[in-house]
């Protein structure tokens, strides 16, 4: 029985294999296809491995589920509960269908994820590094509008993304208090274009305004878990976790030319003529404060159930101490994990952790005073690999099934599923060998 779980395992791992080839060779695409990425610094990115994502997002009142530590960046705090030197890499797939007035579109976009270290310093604290997406950008579609008789078609556009390197630490106090934060260094590159052709006219110019703009400034995280056993075998963590005010700062260049569209070959010459070009467009992005609540119950190697309550204040986001225009947004993330025996030796599946988890989000944008909401039920597990006396290994898959937006007002409605992949390590780095 034992060879055939070892079989088992090295069949998943190739599995995994080829996913993760896949997955990298999509990463020169876009990552996100969604036209409410326009909004804001685009689609933000929880700050989530895939074990978190399939418990619906749970993540603030979370320290150690399945037997593995976990680098748990949504709550430094919690860095405290890592026991052993723990690596984790991930990489998403996404495939998503927009729906508008009858019409719509599939598309499928992959990357590679996140990559997180996690070291203990000693038996109360350790030290973490990482890097995780912050924010997708990701659209391009086009309106149609009539000037006197002349057809217009207007284009819009937008790629690029933010990342997010942190340095943080998480202390224990006592038994039951643990104090956590990240310093983080927000960074990328956001395009943005604006077009205007006249496709029935073909000796009208075409003009575009293109802004290409690169982000970076610091943030910093901070958090607080406070762990109790109300009975024997049972225990209950109380997390919070917020950011401080924070300013990054955008330098770029803003150009406005013209060129020629042909509509029967649909293809566009190079530019004709600049009419507006600044080489030094700079400005300072107000970010927004964060905070979260979050609860979880557990009985450690065995299951866990939580909860989590998450507002931002996005209506405070500002670029060139211009109001972006966007709305405070919340999340309530409900979810769970279950592993059958973790001592198991026969039974495969009884090693498995199975996960459950549903979010709601309000998100930050409305469209004609209508709010955009995103529903989401995850699902996943955790796949075991064989191991050594010091060293764990562990296969964490996920995927998240929901939609955002809705048909109304001539709104798109996204359906998707996207599946996250995990690869995790915990092991015994600095462990000297004591020999007899």
């Known amino acids: 029985m034992k060879l055939s779980i070892i079989n088992m395992s090295k069949k998943i791992t190739y599995l995994i294999l080829v996913l993760v080839t896949i997955l990298g060779s999509l990463k020169a695409q876009n990552t996100t296809n969604s036209p409410y990425s326009q909004f804001g610094l685009g689609d933000i990115k929880p700050m989530l491995v895939p074990q978190q994502i399939s418990m619906g997002g749970i993540a603030v009142g979370l320290r150690k589920t399945g037997g593995y530590s976990m680098i748990n960046v949504a709550n430094p705090a919690a860095y405290s509960a890592i026991n052993l030197s723990t690596m984790d890499m991930g990489a998403s797939l996404d495939m998503r269908t927009l729906s508008?007035?009858?019409?719509?579109?599939?598309?499928?976009?992959?990357?590679?994820?996140?990559?997180?270290?996690?070291?203990?310093?000693?038996?109360?604290?350790?030290?973490?590094?990482?890097?995780?997406?912050?924010?997708?950008?990701?659209?391009?579609?086009?309106?149609?509008?009539?000037?006197?008789?002349?057809?217009?078609?207007?284009?819009?556009?937008?790629?690029?993304?933010?990342?997010?390197?942190?340095?943080?630490?998480?202390?224990?106090?006592?038994?039951?208090?643990?104090?956590?934060?990240?310093?983080?260094?927000?960074?990328?590159?956001?395009?943005?274009?604006?077009?205007?052709?006249?496709?029935?006219?073909?000796?009208?110019?075409?003009?575009?305004?293109?802004?290409?703009?690169?982000?970076?400034?610091?943030?910093?995280?901070?958090?607080?878990?406070?762990?109790?056993?109300?009975?024997?075998?049972?225990?209950?963590?109380?997390?919070?976790?917020?950011?401080?005010?924070?300013?990054?700062?955008?330098?770029?260049?803003?150009?406005?030319?013209?060129?020629?569209?042909?509509?029967?070959?649909?293809?566009?010459?190079?530019?004709?003529?600049?009419?507006?070009?600044?080489?030094?467009?700079?400005?300072?992005?107000?970010?927004?404060?964060?905070?979260?609540?979050?609860?979880?119950?557990?009985?450690?190697?065995h299951w866990t159930v939580g909860a989590d309550f998450t507002y931002t204040k996005w209506s405070g986001l500002t670029d060139g101490g211009t109001n972006a225009g966007l709305n405070d947004a919340y999340s309530v993330s409900l979810g769970g994990q279950y592993t059958p025996d973790i001592t198991a030796v026969s039974n495969y599946l009884k090693l498995i952790d199975y996960s459950l988890g549903f979010r709601y989000?309000?998100?930050?944008?409305?469209?004609?005073?209508?709010?955009?909401?995103?529903?989401?039920?995850?699902?996943?597990?955790?796949?075991?690999?064989?191991?050594?006396?010091?060293?764990?290994?562990?296969?964490?898959l996920s995927g998240e099934l929901g939609k955002r937006g809705s048909l109304s007002n001539g709104l798109v409605k996204e359906n998707y599923l996207t599946i996250h992949l995990g690869f995790v390590i915990n092991d015994r780095w600095f462990i000297k060998t004591k020999y007899d």
Request: charged residues 15%; proline residues 5%.
């Open 100 to 301: 508008k007035a009858g019409a719509s579109e599939k598309l499928t976009n992959g990357t590679l994820g996140h990559f997180l270290v996690g070291i203990p310093v000693n038996k109360r604290s350790a030290l973490t590094f990482g890097l995780m997406p912050f924010s997708d950008l990701g659209y391009q579609y086009r309106m149609h509008t009539l000037v006197d008789t002349f057809k217009v078609d207007h284009l819009y556009s937008g790629e690029g993304g933010l990342s997010k390197a942190h340095l943080g630490y998480g202390y224990q106090f006592g038994k039951k208090l643990s104090l956590g934060f990240n310093l983080a260094y927000i960074f990328g590159n956001l395009k943005v274009r604006q077009s205007a052709e006249f496709p029935e006219d073909p000796y009208a110019l075409a003009t575009r305004t293109q802004s290409d703009k690169s982000l970076g400034g610091l943030n910093f995280q901070y958090g607080v878990q406070y762990t109790f056993n109300p009975a024997a075998k049972s225990i209950i963590t109380l997390g919070y976790s917020g950011t401080a005010s924070s300013r990054i700062k955008s330098s770029g260049s803003i150009t406005n030319y013209r060129y020629r569209y042909d509509a029967v070959a649909q293809a566009e010459s190079e530019p004709l003529d600049t009419l507006y070009y600044n080489p030094a467009a700079e400005s300072k992005i107000n970010l927004p404060i964060k905070q979260a609540v979050g609860i979880s119950i557990s009985r450690p190697d």
């Open 361 to 396: 989000d309000k998100t930050y944008i409305n469209i004609n005073n209508m709010p955009i909401k995103q529903y989401a039920l995850s699902f996943g597990m955790g796949l075991p690999l064989p191991a050594n006396r010091s060293t764990f290994y562990k296969i964490n």
